[in-house]
């Protein structure tokens, strides 16, 4: 944990009044305070300077000094978003802008405290910790440095968390289970799975300006009590594209996967039956009984294929011929597979 004190070790030696020594113990995490300025190594002898007031988030106290987030009424310049979180002041009755920054923690002097302000709600905190979290797991700052406000950290969809060192992008939580897509960065996508169809299975996505590759036809879920560090979260603006990329992306994908994914000779078990797939028409899909075809030349319709158990893949040149042969219907897509597959299999 990164501290400044504008005051040094001098300042912890003035004399404390009974009243700011009972502000002091009033104090708890969450409260707003006003102090003076804590700037680090400030010339002192600019008392100008050194008379100024701030606004303070409480994260906690030592024994004459508590421990606090600077709070500015300007943008802070910072370009991970939680490092920063802006505090509606309307709903503290309080005027002006208030930016809360998570850069620094500043120790504070007794001395130096003028007054409570206000409480942060239960909204407002939560929401902090969510921030103080993401900035401790991303520096690996060890247990006895992690801050807490006393609420607990929520996950929600957008959220990016690591489980075993992976990255993974939440999508979607029920009642059991943390559903997710998996993360890759762009220099490690390859190394990581060299079995991932880059081009026909991922999609880039930009979140808190970091760039992504997820792998969004590899769904994961997580029981709710797996243990996972939060590292990051998307905007709605971010999860609205995200989405909406997402669905064209699968939209794609499933279009290929209905050329492709009940190729010739797929076997499914259809009602006790070896059912081997041949093709589609009009949207209904045929087979042939493989142990049958001889006795009975004629082609099954399938409703529903998908549902179907895959138990082998078989297909010979046979099938076809026997098809043409007696004619079955429909016809015409049977004669085509004659004509373009009759020198492709062996008997």
Known sequence: MKTLNSVGILKENF???????????????GDVISAKIQLGDIDFRNLEIAQKYEDYL???????????????????PINFRFMNY??????YEQSGDSNLSLRYVYKIPISDISRKKYSLDFEDRKAIQRRITICTN????????????????????GDVIRVDKELYLIYSINEFYVECFKLFKLLTIIDVDASFDKVNETMRVVINNEEYFVNYNKPKHFVKKTRYDLLDYSTIEEMKIIFKDLE????RFDRM?????????KVFDINGKKIAYLFSVNGVDYGIDIDNYK????????????????????????YIDVLYKNKATPFAPIEDLYEKTHSWYEY
């Open 15 to 29: 004399k404390i009044t009974k009243e700011q020594r009972k502000l002091f113990y009033s104090l708890k995490k």
């Open 295 to 318: 006795n009975e030349p004629v082609l099954t319709s399938i409703d529903n294929i998908g549902k179907y158990k895959v138990i082998n893949y078989q297909l010979k040149q046979d």
């Open 138 to 157: 991303k520096t690996h700052l060890n247990e006895e440095y992690k801050i807490s406000l006393g609420v607990p950290v929520n996950i929600t969809v």
């Open 248 to 251: 064209a992306q699968k939209s």
């Open 58 to 76: 409480v994260i906690g106290k030592g024994f004459n000094h508590i421990y606090a987030y600077k709070i500015s009424n300007y943008d802070l």
């Open 86 to 91: 802006n505090i509606n002041l309307k709903k």
């Open 257 to 265: 996967n209905v050329e492709n994914k009940y190729y010739m000779g």
